[in-house]
Protein backbone atom coordinates (compact mmCIF):
# COMPACT_ATOMS: atom_id res chain seq x y z
CA UNK A 1 0.00 0.00 0.00
CA UNK A 2 1.48 3.45 -0.86
CA UNK A 3 2.01 5.43 2.23
CA UNK A 4 -0.11 8.69 2.84
CA UNK A 5 1.39 12.03 3.49
CA UNK A 6 0.81 14.20 6.63
CA UNK A 7 1.63 17.49 5.66
CA UNK A 8 2.56 19.70 9.20
CA UNK A 9 2.67 23.06 8.29
CA UNK A 10 -0.49 22.92 5.90
CA UNK A 11 -1.03 26.60 6.30
CA UNK A 12 2.16 27.88 5.61
CA UNK A 13 3.82 29.40 2.57
CA UNK A 14 5.67 26.18 1.23
CA UNK A 15 2.83 24.07 1.43
CA UNK A 16 0.96 25.79 -1.06
CA UNK A 17 3.78 27.91 -3.04
CA UNK A 18 5.74 24.22 -3.70
CA UNK A 19 4.15 21.21 -2.22
CA UNK A 20 0.58 21.85 -3.73
CA UNK A 21 1.67 22.64 -6.97
CA UNK A 22 4.30 19.84 -6.97
CA UNK A 23 1.44 16.79 -5.74
CA UNK A 24 -0.79 18.63 -9.00
CA UNK A 25 2.37 17.70 -11.42
CA UNK A 26 2.95 14.21 -9.43
CA UNK A 27 -0.68 13.02 -9.57
CA UNK A 28 -0.92 14.45 -13.32
CA UNK A 29 2.10 12.17 -13.95
CA UNK A 30 0.37 9.30 -12.72
CA UNK A 31 2.77 8.61 -9.59
CA UNK A 32 0.37 8.67 -6.77
CA UNK A 33 -1.69 5.75 -6.66
CA UNK A 34 -5.72 6.57 -6.36
CA UNK A 35 -5.74 5.77 -2.52
CA UNK A 36 -3.29 8.36 -1.40
CA UNK A 37 -4.55 10.99 1.07
CA UNK A 38 -3.34 13.63 1.93
CA UNK A 39 -3.00 15.34 5.76
CA UNK A 40 -2.56 18.61 6.38
CA UNK A 41 -1.84 19.47 9.95
CA UNK A 42 -1.10 22.88 11.05
CA UNK A 43 -2.28 25.32 14.66
CA UNK A 44 -4.39 27.25 12.41
CA UNK A 45 -8.39 26.56 13.59
CA UNK A 46 -9.90 25.64 9.92
CA UNK A 47 -11.70 22.66 8.78
CA UNK A 48 -11.25 20.31 6.09
CA UNK A 49 -13.22 22.43 3.45
CA UNK A 50 -11.50 25.53 4.92
CA UNK A 51 -8.46 23.93 3.98
CA UNK A 52 -9.42 23.21 0.73
CA UNK A 53 -10.52 26.36 -0.19
CA UNK A 54 -6.75 27.84 0.83
CA UNK A 55 -5.79 25.56 -1.36
CA UNK A 56 -7.82 26.02 -4.29
CA UNK A 57 -7.06 30.10 -3.72
CA UNK A 58 -3.43 29.76 -3.72
CA UNK A 59 -3.04 26.80 -6.54
CA UNK A 60 -4.88 29.99 -9.17
CA UNK A 61 -1.31 31.51 -8.38
CA UNK A 62 1.37 28.91 -8.26
CA UNK A 63 -0.51 26.62 -10.56
CA UNK A 64 -2.27 28.69 -12.93
CA UNK A 65 -1.67 26.23 -16.42
CA UNK A 66 -2.71 22.85 -13.81
CA UNK A 67 -5.51 20.89 -15.54
CA UNK A 68 -9.06 21.60 -13.62
CA UNK A 69 -9.56 17.51 -13.18
CA UNK A 70 -6.38 16.91 -11.34
CA UNK A 71 -6.64 19.60 -9.23
CA UNK A 72 -9.91 18.60 -8.32
CA UNK A 73 -8.40 15.19 -7.63
CA UNK A 74 -5.64 16.73 -5.60
CA UNK A 75 -8.55 18.63 -3.42
CA UNK A 76 -10.89 15.83 -3.21
CA UNK A 77 -7.56 13.77 -1.54
CA UNK A 78 -6.93 16.66 1.40
CA UNK A 79 -8.15 16.32 4.92
CA UNK A 80 -7.06 18.43 7.52
CA UNK A 81 -6.86 18.38 11.17
CA UNK A 82 -5.81 21.37 13.73
CA UNK A 83 -2.74 20.47 15.90
CA UNK A 84 0.36 21.06 18.21
CA UNK A 85 3.09 19.81 16.94
CA UNK A 86 4.17 19.06 20.83
CA UNK A 87 0.34 17.60 21.71
CA UNK A 88 1.32 14.02 22.04
CA UNK A 89 -2.35 12.54 21.73
CA UNK A 90 -3.57 14.99 18.95
CA UNK A 91 -0.14 13.35 16.77
CA UNK A 92 -1.18 10.28 18.30
CA UNK A 93 -4.35 10.49 17.06
CA UNK A 94 -3.94 12.12 13.53
CA UNK A 95 -1.46 8.65 13.09
CA UNK A 96 -4.65 6.72 14.23
CA UNK A 97 -6.40 7.77 11.43
CA UNK A 98 -3.76 7.13 8.76
CA UNK A 99 -4.63 3.17 7.57
CA UNK A 100 -0.77 2.66 7.57
CA UNK A 101 2.94 4.21 6.36
CA UNK A 102 3.04 7.40 6.72
CA UNK A 103 5.28 9.83 5.13
CA UNK A 104 5.47 12.85 7.58
CA UNK A 105 6.28 16.24 5.95
CA UNK A 106 7.70 19.10 7.74
CA UNK A 107 7.12 22.21 6.05
CA UNK A 108 7.79 24.00 9.13
CA UNK A 109 9.93 26.62 10.47
CA UNK A 110 13.14 25.46 11.30
CA UNK A 111 12.48 25.90 15.32
CA UNK A 112 9.98 23.48 15.32
CA UNK A 113 11.79 20.37 13.43
CA UNK A 114 13.12 19.01 16.46
CA UNK A 115 10.26 19.63 18.87
CA UNK A 116 8.06 17.59 15.96
CA UNK A 117 10.51 14.87 15.66
CA UNK A 118 10.17 14.32 19.36
CA UNK A 119 6.92 14.00 19.65
CA UNK A 120 6.99 11.76 16.74
CA UNK A 121 9.02 9.52 18.40
CA UNK A 122 7.13 9.06 21.23
CA UNK A 123 4.23 8.00 18.70
CA UNK A 124 5.02 3.89 17.58
CA UNK A 125 4.93 4.67 14.19
CA UNK A 126 3.73 1.68 11.78
CA UNK A 127 6.92 0.41 9.83
CA UNK A 128 7.52 1.34 6.70
CA UNK A 129 7.04 5.02 7.98
CA UNK A 130 9.17 8.02 6.33
CA UNK A 131 9.95 11.22 7.39
CA UNK A 132 10.95 14.82 4.62
CA UNK A 133 12.85 17.36 6.26
CA UNK A 134 13.12 20.57 4.84
CA UNK A 135 15.95 22.71 5.30
CA UNK A 136 18.25 24.47 7.04
CA UNK A 137 18.75 20.96 8.79
CA UNK A 138 19.32 22.73 11.75
CA UNK A 139 21.09 26.09 12.56
CA UNK A 140 24.21 24.61 13.69
CA UNK A 141 26.99 21.63 14.22
CA UNK A 142 25.32 20.56 17.49
CA UNK A 143 21.62 21.15 16.71
CA UNK A 144 22.02 19.45 13.25
CA UNK A 145 23.72 16.10 14.92
CA UNK A 146 20.90 16.44 18.10
CA UNK A 147 17.61 16.01 15.25
CA UNK A 148 20.12 13.58 13.60
CA UNK A 149 20.41 11.53 16.81
CA UNK A 150 16.21 12.03 17.02
CA UNK A 151 15.37 11.15 13.68
CA UNK A 152 17.59 7.80 14.00
CA UNK A 153 15.59 6.88 17.43
CA UNK A 154 12.28 6.73 15.04
CA UNK A 155 13.27 6.07 11.31
CA UNK A 156 16.28 4.40 9.60
CA UNK A 157 18.68 6.58 7.97
CA UNK A 158 16.95 5.35 4.14
CA UNK A 159 13.72 6.89 5.45
CA UNK A 160 15.02 10.01 5.81
CA UNK A 161 15.04 12.68 3.69
CA UNK A 162 16.45 15.77 4.31
CA UNK A 163 15.31 17.51 1.24
CA UNK A 164 17.49 20.61 -1.28
CA UNK A 165 15.62 20.67 -4.06
CA UNK A 166 18.31 21.98 -6.38
CA UNK A 167 19.82 18.44 -6.60
CA UNK A 168 16.25 18.20 -8.36
CA UNK A 169 17.06 20.52 -10.62
CA UNK A 170 18.35 19.28 -14.04
CA UNK A 171 20.46 21.28 -14.83
CA UNK A 172 22.40 20.94 -11.70
CA UNK A 173 22.21 16.80 -12.33
CA UNK A 174 24.07 17.56 -15.92
CA UNK A 175 27.37 18.38 -13.84
CA UNK A 176 27.35 14.67 -12.76
CA UNK A 177 26.53 13.60 -17.27
CA UNK A 178 28.99 15.97 -18.39
CA UNK A 179 32.00 15.36 -15.89
CA UNK A 180 31.11 11.52 -15.51
CA UNK A 181 29.84 10.28 -19.23
CA UNK A 182 32.49 11.97 -21.09
CA UNK A 183 36.19 11.28 -21.59
CA UNK A 184 37.10 14.88 -22.53
CA UNK A 185 35.91 16.53 -19.43
CA UNK A 186 37.17 14.57 -16.32
CA UNK A 187 41.00 14.09 -18.07
CA UNK A 188 40.84 18.31 -17.56
CA UNK A 189 38.54 18.22 -13.84
CA UNK A 190 41.21 19.03 -12.04
CA UNK A 191 44.22 22.14 -10.44
CA UNK A 192 46.08 21.42 -13.59
CA UNK A 193 44.00 22.91 -15.60
CA UNK A 194 40.94 24.52 -13.74
CA UNK A 195 42.26 28.05 -12.16
CA UNK A 196 38.70 28.68 -10.30
CA UNK A 197 35.14 27.32 -10.03
CA UNK A 198 32.37 30.04 -9.64
CA UNK A 199 29.23 29.33 -8.28
CA UNK A 200 26.65 32.07 -7.97
CA UNK A 201 22.95 32.57 -7.09
CA UNK A 202 21.61 35.85 -7.62
CA UNK A 203 18.44 36.39 -7.13
CA UNK A 204 15.97 39.51 -7.92
CA UNK A 205 13.24 38.49 -5.37
CA UNK A 206 13.88 40.00 -1.99
CA UNK A 207 12.77 39.39 1.28
CA UNK A 208 8.96 38.83 0.07
CA UNK A 209 6.95 37.91 3.33
CA UNK A 210 9.58 35.30 5.09
CA UNK A 211 11.08 37.89 7.39
CA UNK A 212 10.32 35.45 10.30
CA UNK A 213 12.45 32.46 8.64
CA UNK A 214 14.71 34.76 6.87
CA UNK A 215 15.28 37.34 9.28
CA UNK A 216 16.72 34.64 11.70
CA UNK A 217 19.25 32.93 8.60
CA UNK A 218 20.55 34.90 6.37
CA UNK A 219 21.96 34.27 2.65
CA UNK A 220 25.16 31.93 4.71
CA UNK A 221 22.58 29.71 6.08
CA UNK A 222 19.70 30.17 4.07
CA UNK A 223 22.07 28.90 0.29
CA UNK A 224 25.47 28.51 1.05
CA UNK A 225 24.96 25.74 4.03
CA UNK A 226 22.77 23.15 2.03
CA UNK A 227 22.27 24.47 -1.68
CA UNK A 228 25.39 25.86 -3.01
CA UNK A 229 27.49 23.59 -0.78
CA UNK A 230 25.51 20.78 -2.72
CA UNK A 231 26.28 22.38 -6.15
CA UNK A 232 29.89 21.95 -4.73
CA UNK A 233 29.97 18.96 -3.88
CA UNK A 234 28.84 17.86 -7.44
CA UNK A 235 31.90 19.73 -8.92
CA UNK A 236 34.41 18.63 -6.93
CA UNK A 237 33.90 14.78 -6.16
CA UNK A 238 35.42 11.99 -7.22
CA UNK A 239 33.54 9.62 -9.52
CA UNK A 240 31.09 7.51 -8.17
CA UNK A 241 31.24 3.48 -8.75
CA UNK A 242 28.00 3.84 -9.72
CA UNK A 243 25.16 6.56 -9.43
CA UNK A 244 23.37 5.33 -6.51
CA UNK A 245 22.16 6.59 -3.27
CA UNK A 246 25.51 5.16 -1.47
CA UNK A 247 28.27 5.63 -3.62
CA UNK A 248 26.73 9.28 -4.98
CA UNK A 249 26.61 10.60 -1.41
CA UNK A 250 30.02 8.81 -0.08
CA UNK A 251 31.88 11.04 -3.24
CA UNK A 252 29.58 14.03 -2.52
CA UNK A 253 30.77 13.61 1.42
CA UNK A 254 34.27 13.29 0.76
CA UNK A 255 34.56 16.54 -0.73
CA UNK A 256 32.41 18.22 2.13
CA UNK A 257 35.12 16.41 4.84
CA UNK A 258 38.20 17.86 2.64
CA UNK A 259 36.54 21.23 2.32
CA UNK A 260 38.66 23.50 4.20
CA UNK A 261 37.18 24.60 7.95
CA UNK A 262 39.03 28.35 8.63
CA UNK A 263 40.38 29.82 11.72
CA UNK A 264 38.92 33.89 11.61
CA UNK A 265 41.84 34.80 9.79
CA UNK A 266 40.92 33.08 6.87
CA UNK A 267 37.12 34.36 7.56
CA UNK A 268 38.49 37.74 7.27
CA UNK A 269 40.28 37.30 4.36
CA UNK A 270 38.07 34.98 2.52
CA UNK A 271 34.42 35.73 3.44
CA UNK A 272 32.06 39.23 2.37
CA UNK A 273 28.85 39.75 3.89
CA UNK A 274 26.10 42.46 3.10
CA UNK A 275 22.54 43.77 3.25
CA UNK A 276 20.82 45.78 0.50
CA UNK A 277 19.62 49.44 1.23
CA UNK A 278 16.77 50.54 -0.29
CA UNK A 279 16.11 50.36 -4.74
CA UNK A 280 14.83 49.86 -7.42
CA UNK A 281 14.16 45.95 -8.24
CA UNK A 282 12.51 45.76 -11.82
CA UNK A 283 9.18 47.07 -11.20
CA UNK A 284 9.14 47.03 -7.00
CA UNK A 285 10.81 49.19 -4.99
CA UNK A 286 12.30 47.87 -1.63
CA UNK A 287 13.32 50.04 1.52
CA UNK A 288 16.11 49.29 3.10
CA UNK A 289 16.51 45.40 4.28
CA UNK A 290 16.43 46.86 7.82
CA UNK A 291 13.47 48.33 7.34
CA UNK A 292 11.24 45.74 6.03
CA UNK A 293 8.49 44.51 8.13
CA UNK A 294 9.50 41.66 10.55
CA UNK A 295 13.48 42.83 10.46
CA UNK A 296 14.90 43.49 13.44
CA UNK A 297 17.86 45.38 12.00
CA UNK A 298 19.96 44.66 15.42
CA UNK A 299 19.83 41.11 14.04
CA UNK A 300 22.59 42.20 11.29
CA UNK A 301 21.52 39.56 9.28
CA UNK A 302 23.14 39.35 5.76
CA UNK A 303 21.21 38.76 1.95
CA UNK A 304 24.27 38.47 0.48
CA UNK A 305 27.42 36.52 0.99
CA UNK A 306 30.57 35.74 -0.62
CA UNK A 307 32.70 32.59 0.63
CA UNK A 308 35.72 31.53 -1.04
CA UNK A 309 36.27 27.95 -0.04
CA UNK A 310 39.20 25.52 -0.35
CA UNK A 311 39.31 21.79 -1.20
CA UNK A 312 42.59 20.76 1.06
CA UNK A 313 42.81 17.66 -1.86
CA UNK A 314 44.82 16.08 -4.39
CA UNK A 315 42.60 17.16 -7.19
CA UNK A 316 41.82 21.01 -5.85
CA UNK A 317 44.57 21.79 -3.69
CA UNK A 318 45.02 25.61 -4.72
CA UNK A 319 41.85 26.00 -6.99
CA UNK A 320 39.41 28.93 -5.30
CA UNK A 321 35.52 27.85 -5.29
CA UNK A 322 33.85 31.28 -5.28
CA UNK A 323 30.28 30.55 -3.99
CA UNK A 324 27.89 33.54 -3.93
CA UNK A 325 24.64 34.28 -3.56
CA UNK A 326 22.51 37.66 -3.06
CA UNK A 327 19.22 38.85 -2.82
CA UNK A 328 17.43 42.21 -4.64
CA UNK A 329 19.95 42.16 -6.86
CA UNK A 330 19.44 43.64 -10.73
CA UNK A 331 18.70 40.30 -12.49
CA UNK A 332 18.66 36.65 -11.77
CA UNK A 333 22.31 35.07 -12.23
CA UNK A 334 22.01 31.33 -11.49
CA UNK A 335 25.15 29.83 -12.79
CA UNK A 336 28.19 27.07 -11.75
CA UNK A 337 30.75 28.59 -14.05
CA UNK A 338 34.54 26.19 -14.49
CA UNK A 339 37.50 28.69 -15.47
CA UNK A 340 40.08 26.74 -17.39
CA UNK A 341 43.65 27.99 -17.04
CA UNK A 342 45.25 29.91 -20.21
CA UNK A 343 46.98 28.45 -22.69
CA UNK A 344 51.07 27.32 -21.96
CA UNK A 345 52.14 29.52 -24.99
CA UNK A 346 50.05 31.34 -27.34
CA UNK A 347 51.69 30.98 -31.14
CA UNK A 348 49.48 34.14 -32.41
CA UNK A 349 50.79 37.31 -32.45
CA UNK A 350 47.93 39.08 -30.31
CA UNK A 351 46.83 39.48 -26.94
CA UNK A 352 45.90 36.20 -25.11
CA UNK A 353 42.09 35.66 -25.67
CA UNK A 354 40.07 35.08 -22.80
CA UNK A 355 40.73 31.09 -21.50
CA UNK A 356 38.33 28.69 -21.94
CA UNK A 357 35.04 28.56 -19.86
CA UNK A 358 32.60 26.52 -19.52
CA UNK A 359 29.42 27.39 -17.90
CA UNK A 360 26.24 25.28 -16.38
CA UNK A 361 23.45 28.68 -16.68
CA UNK A 362 20.15 28.18 -15.16
CA UNK A 363 17.32 30.42 -16.29
CA UNK A 364 17.62 29.43 -19.62
CA UNK A 365 18.75 25.77 -18.77
CA UNK A 366 22.01 25.49 -20.76
CA UNK A 367 25.32 24.66 -21.13
CA UNK A 368 27.64 26.97 -23.27
CA UNK A 369 31.75 26.19 -23.37
CA UNK A 370 33.68 28.95 -24.42
CA UNK A 371 36.43 28.19 -27.17
CA UNK A 372 38.92 30.20 -28.97
CA UNK A 373 38.62 29.81 -32.72
CA UNK A 374 40.23 31.41 -35.87
CA UNK A 375 37.65 34.30 -36.48
CA UNK A 376 35.71 34.67 -40.00
CA UNK A 377 37.87 37.44 -40.95
CA UNK A 378 41.59 37.16 -40.94
CA UNK A 379 42.31 33.63 -40.62
CA UNK A 380 44.84 34.26 -37.61
CA UNK A 381 42.76 36.68 -35.86
CA UNK A 382 41.25 34.90 -32.92
CA UNK A 383 37.47 35.10 -31.89
CA UNK A 384 35.95 33.87 -28.79
CA UNK A 385 32.91 32.17 -29.10
CA UNK A 386 30.71 29.73 -27.28
CA UNK A 387 29.23 26.64 -28.21
CA UNK A 388 26.07 25.86 -26.26
CA UNK A 389 22.89 24.12 -25.80
CA UNK A 390 19.86 25.14 -24.87
CA UNK A 391 19.21 21.49 -22.90
CA UNK A 392 17.63 20.29 -20.12
CA UNK A 393 14.42 21.67 -20.28
CA UNK A 394 12.77 19.87 -17.25
CA UNK A 395 9.95 18.39 -17.81
CA UNK A 396 8.34 18.40 -13.84
CA UNK A 397 9.73 21.14 -11.89
CA UNK A 398 11.74 19.99 -8.66
CA UNK A 399 9.39 20.01 -5.81
CA UNK A 400 7.65 17.47 -7.92
CA UNK A 401 10.81 15.25 -8.43
CA UNK A 402 11.47 15.62 -4.86
CA UNK A 403 8.65 14.17 -3.50
CA UNK A 404 8.38 11.58 -6.54
CA UNK A 405 11.78 10.30 -4.59
CA UNK A 406 9.86 10.13 -1.14
CA UNK A 407 7.19 8.32 -2.65
CA UNK A 408 9.60 5.59 -4.30
CA UNK A 409 11.69 5.84 -0.96
CA UNK A 410 15.17 7.04 -3.23
CA UNK A 411 17.47 8.76 -1.17
CA UNK A 412 19.77 9.29 -3.70
CA UNK A 413 19.24 12.53 -4.42
CA UNK A 414 18.25 13.59 -0.65
CA UNK A 415 20.75 14.49 2.12
CA UNK A 416 22.47 12.12 4.28
CA UNK A 417 23.11 12.48 7.68
CA UNK A 418 26.98 13.05 7.43
CA UNK A 419 26.64 15.41 4.66
CA UNK A 420 24.36 17.49 6.72
CA UNK A 421 26.60 17.57 9.63
CA UNK A 422 30.08 18.29 7.48
CA UNK A 423 28.33 21.39 5.48
CA UNK A 424 27.60 23.01 9.11
CA UNK A 425 31.55 22.30 10.29
CA UNK A 426 32.45 24.51 7.38
CA UNK A 427 30.02 26.97 7.76
CA UNK A 428 30.14 27.56 11.78
CA UNK A 429 33.26 28.87 12.21
CA UNK A 430 32.35 31.47 9.65
CA UNK A 431 29.08 32.60 11.38
CA UNK A 432 30.71 32.22 14.53
CA UNK A 433 33.55 34.74 13.29
CA UNK A 434 31.22 37.24 11.72
CA UNK A 435 28.65 37.11 14.79
CA UNK A 436 32.44 38.46 16.69
CA UNK A 437 32.14 41.25 14.02
CA UNK A 438 35.40 40.17 12.23
CA UNK A 439 34.25 40.79 9.05
CA UNK A 440 32.26 44.12 8.10
CA UNK A 441 28.74 44.19 6.35
CA UNK A 442 28.73 45.75 3.86
CA UNK A 443 25.75 47.23 1.94
CA UNK A 444 24.81 47.66 -1.42
CA UNK A 445 21.40 49.24 -2.78
CA UNK A 446 18.40 46.75 -3.60
CA UNK A 447 18.41 46.47 -7.73
CA UNK A 448 22.51 46.33 -7.98
CA UNK A 449 24.91 43.57 -9.11
CA UNK A 450 26.10 43.64 -5.19
CA UNK A 451 28.36 45.59 -2.75
CA UNK A 452 32.04 46.26 -3.32
CA UNK A 453 33.76 43.59 -2.42
CA UNK A 454 37.26 44.74 -2.34
C1 LIG B 1 15.12 28.42 -1.07
C2 LIG B 1 15.63 29.60 -0.29
O1 LIG B 1 15.52 27.21 -0.47
O2 LIG B 1 15.62 28.47 -2.40
C3 LIG B 1 15.19 30.89 -0.97
O3 LIG B 1 15.10 29.55 1.03
C4 LIG B 1 15.64 30.90 -2.41
O4 LIG B 1 15.70 32.01 -0.26
C5 LIG B 1 15.18 29.63 -3.11
O5 LIG B 1 15.05 32.03 -3.03
C6 LIG B 1 15.75 29.55 -4.52
O6 LIG B 1 15.25 28.40 -5.14
P1 LIG B 1 14.55 28.46 -6.55
O7 LIG B 1 14.28 27.06 -6.91
O8 LIG B 1 13.31 29.31 -6.36
O9 LIG B 1 15.55 29.13 -7.45
Redesign the pocket.
Known amino acids: MAPDFVIFGAAGDLTSRYLMPALVHVIKAGHLDPDVAILGVSRQDWTTDRFREHIADRLKEHAANADPETVADLLGRLDYRQADVTDRAALSSIFDQVKGPAISYLALPPSLFIPTVETLADLDLPEGSRIVVE?PFGTDLDSARRLNRLLHDSFDENAVFRVD?FLMKQTIQNVLGLRFANRIFEMLWNRDHIERVEITWD?T?ALEDRASYYDRSGALR??IQN?LLQLLTLVGMEPPISVNARDLRDRKVDVLRAVRRYDPDEVERLTRRARYTAGQVGETTLPDYAAEDGVDPDRRTETFAQVTFHIDNWRWSGVPFVVRTGKAMAADR?EIVIHFRPVPHLAFAQAPPPPNVFRFHLNPDRMALGVNINGPGDPFDLEHIELKTDCCRQELP?YARLLIDVLEGDTMLSIRDDEAEESWRIVEPILHAWSEGRVPLREYPAGSTGPDLS
Open positions: KHEVDMHHA
